[in-house]
């Protein structure tokens, strides 16, 4: 049996044409039984027929269906598309059409998914953005007019609300230079500037470079037994810096007093090495966990706003270890600590020599 699944417009006018001819011939033989009169109707049907199938398919259902492909694929007539609709097209059966129809409404539900959620991130982004830079406002605000009131003269108080005032502008410089930070990784503007270092080194550097505030709480900062074996890595320094800083700050942040900060350092494989800071701190609890990278995210507003967090550090880190191809995770549970960890290349496998 013929397959009609697939027949150009062409192909389906002869083969109706040439199903409706048959019976009317034959129709002609049966009545006369002549075989030039059947051959004659055979061939004025067929040709009749064929003329008037093929003008009605490509008039009113195949223009038709070019038009579709044309609006959805918002194509211009190039060459390529012309030999599309010319040989590509006919051969496609309505089924196919509409398989294609589907796909490509398919296509425009994601995308139209996905600006409704870039648009919704925007909106909580400017919220969140509003609602941060209004907290130290609002409170330079205050203390300002305080002083302007009178409080100046007051020697009690005046150089107290001076230095609150400032620590407030400290507050909203940090948060100015994090968001600048960001930007600039976003926008790919800052190039990686790779080089050779030991990462043990780096991390010591962090802790001393920390020490005020990890000695204030009575953190004791380690290197797990078995890894300072020095590893070294190709990376870029000022960054890693960077990304260990935060995640030291949030270890003693989130940290308890008299509690540990440990780094591990582990060779997975030939080319990579994964870095893990952990401590015994408060934990963050599973809801948060996934979103705990993303700007301005804090698991507890009101208590991480009284450790003076903006909730860009762990975003700015994410956008580091991702400039440098690398991944990085968190694991925690609350009470017992975290360990946040991430990946960077060794030295052999980037192929630079000492
Ligand atoms: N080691 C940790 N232990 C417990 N919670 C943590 C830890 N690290 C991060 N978090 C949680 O994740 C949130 C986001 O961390 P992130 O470093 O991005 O922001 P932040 O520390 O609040 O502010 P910033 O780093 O911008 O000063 C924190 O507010 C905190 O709730
Ligand atoms: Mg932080």
């Known amino acids: 049996m013929l397959n009609t699944k697939n027949l150009s417009p062409l192909q389906l006018s002869l083969y109706t044409a040439f199903l409706l001819s048959m019976p009317i011939s034959f129709g002609f033989y049966f009545l006369k039984p002549n075989a030039l009169i059947a051959l004659t109707a055979f061939c004025l049907t067929f040709l009749g027929s064929y003329l008037l199938i093929k003008y009605t398919l490509e008039k009113f259902i195949y223009r038709k269906i070019k038009l579709i492909y044309k609006f959805i694929y918002q194509t ?14 006919p051969q496609k059966s309505i089924d196919d059409v509409r398989d294609d129809v589907e796909k490509w409404a398919t296509q425009r539900k ?33 203390y300002v007019d305080t002083l302007l009131d009178g409080a100046l003269e007051n020697q009690a108080v005046n150089r107290k609300f001076l230095e609150n005032a400032a620590r407030n502008v400290d507050r909203m410089v ?16 800052q190039p990686l500037v790779r080089k050779n270092f030991i ?24 290197i797990k037994k078995g890894c300072e074996q020095p590893v070294w890595v190709t990376a870029d320094k000022e960054k890693i810096h960077q990304v260990i800083t935060n995640l030291v700050s949030n270890a003693v942040k989130y940290g308890k007093e008299n509690g540990n900060i440990v780094a591990s350092i582990y060779q997975t494989d030939e080319q990579r090495v994964l870095i893990e800071i952990s401590d015994d701190g408060i934990g ?4 948060h966990l996934d979103r705990i990278f993303e700007r301005f995210y804090r698991t507890d ?4 706003r009284d ?12 956008h580091i270890i991702e400039a440098h191809n690398q991944t990085i995770h968190v694991r925690s549970k ?20 000492l």
């Open 174 to 189: 940090t948060l100015v230079n994090d968001l600048d930070e960001i930007s600039r990784l976003e926008s790919g503007e």
């Open 199 to 222: 990462i043990q080194d780096l991390i010591r550097d962090v802790y001393e470079t920390l020490s005020i505030k990890i000695s204030k709480k009575n953190i004791t900062t380690s």
């Open 301 to 304: 507003r009101g208590r991480s």
């Open 307 to 318: 450790v003076g967090g903006t909730g860009l550090g762990l975003a700015i880190v994410k």
């Open 110 to 142: 994601e995308e139209i998914e996905k600006l409704k959620s870039n648009e919704a991130y925007r909106k909580e982004f400017l919220q969140n953005l509003a609602h941060e830079f209004k907290t130290p406002i609002f409170a330079i605000q205050g």
């Open 284 to 287: 963050i609890s599973e809801e």
């Open 334 to 353: 609350v009470d017992v600590g975290t360990t946040v960890g991430f990946t960077l290349d060794t030295l052999k496998s980037t192929g630079y020599k």
């Open 76 to 89: 211009k007539a190039t060459l390529r598309e012309e030999t599309y609709y010319k040989y590509i097209l």
